[in-house]
């Protein structure tokens, strides 16, 4: 069973930028599906973006297209969450999930395994 870290959240300011980072171990991510989704107070979870094992295929919920970008880097055992122009509706804690199914799937949240978390806080 894979382990996800979740790192590189915080307190910004509307505007600003962020990157988070989801390191796995305990198996290669190669070839899996991996998303980012996020978790506001009172809120449900919900999709935020997603991409296939091989990097070539991503989706986002419509919310940050344009703003968020999902890469990964195999080698590193690595995926990305580059986030710009955040917006206070951002806020939430945002995870980090991986699937053996397709990215499709990914997409509708049917995922296997799932990190703990990594709080992104966005002020006015």
């Known amino acids: 069973q894979v382990q996800l870290v979740e790192s590189g959240g915080g307190l910004v300011q509307a505007g600003d930028s962020l990157r988070l980072i989801c390191l796995a171990s305990?198996?290669?991510?190669?070839?899996?599906?991996m998303g980012w989704f996020r978790q506001a107070p009172g809120k449900e979870r919900e999709f935020v973006a997603a991409?296939?094992?091989?990097?070539?295929?991503?989706y986002y919920t419509d919310s940050v297209k344009g703003r968020f970008t999902i890469s990964r880097d195999n080698a590193k055992n690595t995926v990305y969450l580059q986030m710009n122009s955040l917006k206070p509706e951002d806020t939430a804690t945002y995870l980090c999930?991986?699937?053996?199914?397709?990215?499709?799937?990914?997409?509708?949240?049917?995922?296997?395994?799932w990190g703990k978390g990594t709080l992104v806080t966005v002020s006015s």
């Open positions: 999930a991986s699937t053996s199914k397709s990215v499709v799937q990914a997409r509708l949240s049917r995922m296997d395994d």
């Open positions: 305990g198996r290669t991510i190669s070839g899996y599906s």
């Open positions: 991409i296939s094992g091989s990097g070539a295929i991503t």
